[in-house]
């Protein structure tokens, strides 16, 4: 029972264009969300969060955006840069939850 | 400067054999995790621990174990129940002990069967 779903395995973007990574989940109890990144042969590494209390979070270049009505978080990255090309791995737990529940990833690669 | 280690980077188990995956930390972090990556797969918790000499199984427990007897240690043992134990295996550590905690994670062990 896949809770976090990232159905989008990857995803193809010009370099300064906007990247939109979509994410979705089935569980309501979820409260509070995160992006990871991920480059080959390395752990991932954390990139943003957002609480259920909110709807959007903002840091540089990085926007996560969150619709409880529609169960759907997006992570949105303007300008892209080639450096951005990696697996984002979205997150989620519940109140009071001990532990992640992780998507499945989406693989970007921004282009020249 | 502080992080997690990993090692060995690749390691590669015989049928019906026991290997150990290492994971220290130096960040003095509370909580520490044990994840699986499958291709095409998510990260899945095999095994958590939120204080020295505690630990909780995750959603994958079947197969491994692990110890927590120093707060900067925290190995974890593919046994040989594990009938599937070619993966990607990632250490993580999080601050107070709660998964809110922003998670660090070492750069990972690739396990593969012979």
């Known amino acids: 029972d896949q809770q976090v779903k990232q159905n989008s395995p990857s995803l193809s973007v010009q370099e300064g264009r906007i990247s939109i990574l979509n994410c979705d989940y089935t569980n309501s109890m979820f409260d509070y969300f995160l992006w990871y990144k991920k480059y080959p042969a390395e752990g991932p590494t954390f990139l943003i969060s957002?609480?259920?209390?909110?709807d959007k979070n903002e840091d540089g270049r990085f926007t996560v955006f969150l619709n409880k009505s529609a169960k759907h978080l997006s992570l949105h990255i303007v300008p892209s840069q080639p450096g951005d090309s990696a697996v984002y791995f979205c997150?989620?737990?519940?109140?009071?939850?001990?532990?992640?529940?992780f998507g499945t990833g989406t693989q970007l690669k921004v282009e020249l | 400067d502080g992080g997690i280690t990993q090692s060995p980077k690749y390691l590669f188990r015989k049928e019906g054999q026991n290997v150990t995956l290492s994971c220290e930390q130096n960040?003095?972090?509370?909580?520490m995790y044990w994840y699986r990556q499958d291709p095409g797969q998510g990260l899945r918790l095999i095994y958590y621990?939120?204080?020295?000499?505690?630990?909780q199984k995750g959603d994958i427990a079947e197969g491994y174990s692990v110890s927590r007897e120093k707060k900067e240690s925290f190995p974890l043992t593919v046994t040989s129940a594990q009938k599937n134990p070619t993966a990607f295996y990632l250490c993580?550590?999080?601050?107070?002990?709660?998964?809110?905690?922003?998670?660090?994670f070492g750069p990972g062990t690739r396990l593969l069967v012979l």
């Open positions: 621990s939120q204080i020295v000499n505690d630990f």
């Open positions: 993580a550590s999080s601050g107070d002990g709660g998964p809110r905690e922003t998670q660090y």
């Open positions: 997150a989620a737990i519940t109140g009071g939850g001990n532990k992640l529940t």
């Open positions: 957002i609480s259920s209390i909110k």
């Open positions: 960040l003095n972090h509370d909580a």
